[in-house]
């Protein structure tokens, strides 16, 4: 299974997420969900990247972890760009959380210090 973990500080504002394992929907090189997955939150810390120039400190590995943690340092409308980007990242995730709910969890957390 895929476990998302979605961390929001104390304003309800995403600060990082997590992703980790495998969905083991098919066979490697045809699962869709994993593909899914990585297309969406690949192309949501390039979207961020690219359109706002705020870089996230990023860790990954080839067993299926993505950790993606936004700068500290972040306000006013590159805030609210970042945070619309993220929250899209978001609802694409849930999109495929429904149709695939076997293959893939999300959960929310709530970060105790900013």
Do not use: W
Request: charged residues 20%.
């Amino acid at each position: 299974m895929i476990d998302i973990t979605i961390y929001r500080n104390q304003t309800g504002k995403i600060q990082s997420f997590a992703i980790s394992g495998h969905a083991f929907f098919a066979e490697r090189g045809q699962d869709i969900v994993c593909a899914g997955v990585s297309a969406v939150s690949v192309g949501a810390i390039n979207a961020v990247h690219e359109l706002t120039g705020v870089t996230p400190d990023i860790t990954h590995d080839p067993d299926g972890l993505l950790h993606c943690t936004l700068p500290d340092n972040l306000s006013g409308n590159v805030l609210d760009k970042v945070q619309l980007l993220l929250e899209g990242m978001v609802v694409s995730l849930q999109s495929i959380e429904e149709t695939y709910g076997q293959n893939i969890r999300i959960t929310f957390k709530k970060q105790e210090v900013e």
